[in-house]
């Protein structure tokens, strides 16, 4: 007589998890097991795991047929992570485990030949995706727990073996349980006094991060670009609970979270100008894996010596900028990752890239092709531009001191939680995020303030996103200083920034 059992387990799709409810049939035919439902190479070889795994358990593998259904049967089922769910549902199908307390939880995790239970990848969005399934049992690899306990409304458990697994459904074990995990907070960020001079670049800084604008920093080497950039991180606020979980989901899928606890610094991705499309955009076969963009969601991506990028990778940032988010197109399906990031560009100004702009030896043709890999839409979409000098000196020690990281990310605060109030009702966050549609009818500011951006799209300087930009870098300006809205001096000043740094 063939026993049925029902389990649980989940499968990724991009950085979402989806249920998927095993059935085991245990007898009634020849000896042997078939997997049906899409399953890949590596859940196909799951079988020798397994049955290593029980027999090492003390367990007898049930010498007859054992059919196993992975539902929805359309989802292709890949990896491993299925091993020890279909494990358990095989004892329970064979009469050996509780069918009943099995039908009510989750099992993740891959199983060693001698039944140890290894760490999966993407833990995080499956404990998500069965807590909003309505299930609210999970066992996972005790190296996974930390993160899979950043989840409220579910009871989790660790297991190390899957002897340990066994025994907990008979009641016989006892199984750890994560504990409490503190946010983690900027404690350490770069200072942004530490920068020399640069009074201009410093405060296309500010500008950025209270307003979540992208930025070109263009100068010599040894000015300050890269430590500059790396500061803004400490002028960000930290992320919402939200926010954070949605980060830590997109590390758990690249395997980068590695049980560390919930954090709420804003990312800051910096991939290296050798960097392929696929490590920036996200790829690989079957479905493609997040790339460097997805990372650096709800953060920073920044790209040092930017014109050294090849200029169609670069190119395929203008999607995400626009929207968000990547999609990806692979054998095996669709995902979609979010990517709402700022980017942070820095650039030489040439090949050779003197201390003195006047010390260049680059032909005038060399000199353009070099930033001309920024191609034109892509720089239209960047809305600040900084020059930085050359550093002549090492400051007056009698003189001012530098604004501090603390002192400019109180300005910064203060500006998003204006921008913040005054989108709410819209769901927009920050001023970039703002459609130009709606800053140039529902806000729309009064012709004498906005004449300086007419004027130059009627000469052909501006495009029409170009002055959108300028509208939302504006707004940004007008939020730092206080005022309810832009005045001419706040576009007048957007209109520097966008030039200010152009080739």
């Known amino acids: 007589m063939a026993g049925l059992a029902r389990g649980w387990s989940v499968a990724l799709h991009g950085v979402e998890g989806v249920p998927i409810e095993i059935e085991a049939l245990v007898g009634g035919g020849i000896p042997g097991v078939q997997i049906v439902g899409l399953p890949d190479a590596a859940l196909q070889e799951s079988v020798h795991r397994m049955r290593s795994a029980i027999m090492s358990a003390g367990k007898e593998w049930p010498s007859v047929r054992i059919l196993l259904a992975l539902s929805p049967a359309t989802l292709r089922k890949a990896g491993s992570r299925f091993d020890l769910a279909l494990a358990v549902s095989v004892l329970a199908g064979a009469g050996l485990v509780d069918r009943e307390r099995v039908a009510q939880t989750v099992l993740l995790g891959e199983l060693a030949l001698d039944g140890r ?6 833990v995080l969005p499956s404990v998500l995706a069965a807590r909003d399934a309505g299930l609210r049992r999970i066992v996972v690899p005790v190296a996974t727990l930390a993160e899979a306990g950043l989840v409220d409304g579910v009871e989790v458990f660790g297991a190390e073996t899957l002897p340990q697994v066994l025994g907990w459904f008979a009641g016989e074990q006892v199984l750890e349980r994560p504990g409490e995990l503190p946010a983690v907070h900027a404690t350490n960020v770069p200072e942004l ?10 405060r296309a800084l500010e500008v950025a991060a209270a307003g979540g604008h992208h930025l070109l920093l263009v100068g010599p080497p040894g000015t300050g670009k890269t430590m500059l950039a790396r500061r803004i991180v400490g002028l960000l606020p930290a992320l919402t609970r939200d926010q954070a979980l949605q980060l830590a989901s997109i590390r758990s899928v690249v395997g ?20 392929s499309m696929a490590s920036l955009l996200g790829g690989g076969s079957g479905l493609a894996r997040p790339g460097a963009v997805s990372m650096a969601h709800r953060g920073v991506l920044f790209l040092d010596e930017c014109a050294e990028f090849a200029p169609h990778v670069l190119d395929a940032l203008r999607t995400p900028l626009e929207e968000g988010e990547v999609r990806l197109a692979r054998t095996e399906g669709t995902v979609r990752y979010p990517a709402r990031f700022q980017l942070v560009l820095a650039a030489n100004p040439c090949p050779c890239a003197p201390t003195r702009d006047q010390d260049c030896v680059c032909k005038s043709l060399e000199r353009r092709r070099y930033l001309g890999r920024l191609s034109g839409p892509l720089l239209d979409r960047v809305d600040l531009r900084a020059r930085m000098a050359p550093v002549t000196g090492f400051g007056d020690p009698g003189g001012e001191a530098a604004e501090s990281t603390q002192t400019v990310r109180a300005r910064v605060i203060a500006a998003r939680e204006a921008a913040g109030a005054r ?14 549609p709606a800053l140039r009818a529902e806000f729309a500011l009064p012709r004498a303030v906005v004449r300086p951006l007419e004027q130059r799209m009627r000469a052909g300087e501006l495009s029409a996103r170009g002055a959108d930009r300028a509208l939302r870098v504006a707004w940004t300006l007008a939020d730092l200083s206080g005022s309810d809205r832009p005045h001419r001096e706040d576009v007048d000043n957007a209109l520097f920034f966008r030039e200010r740094g152009a080739a």
């Open 117 to 122: 239970v290894r760490p999966v990848r993407g």
């Open 256 to 275: 980068a979270l590695q049980g560390d606890p919930l954090s709420t610094v804003a990312p800051f991705e910096a991939p290296h100008h050798s960097s």
């Open 423 to 436: 989108w709410a009702e819209h769901g927009w966050r920050t001023n970039a995020e703002v459609p130009g």
């Open 193 to 202: 006094a530490d920068v020399v001079g640069q009074p201009d670049a410093r």
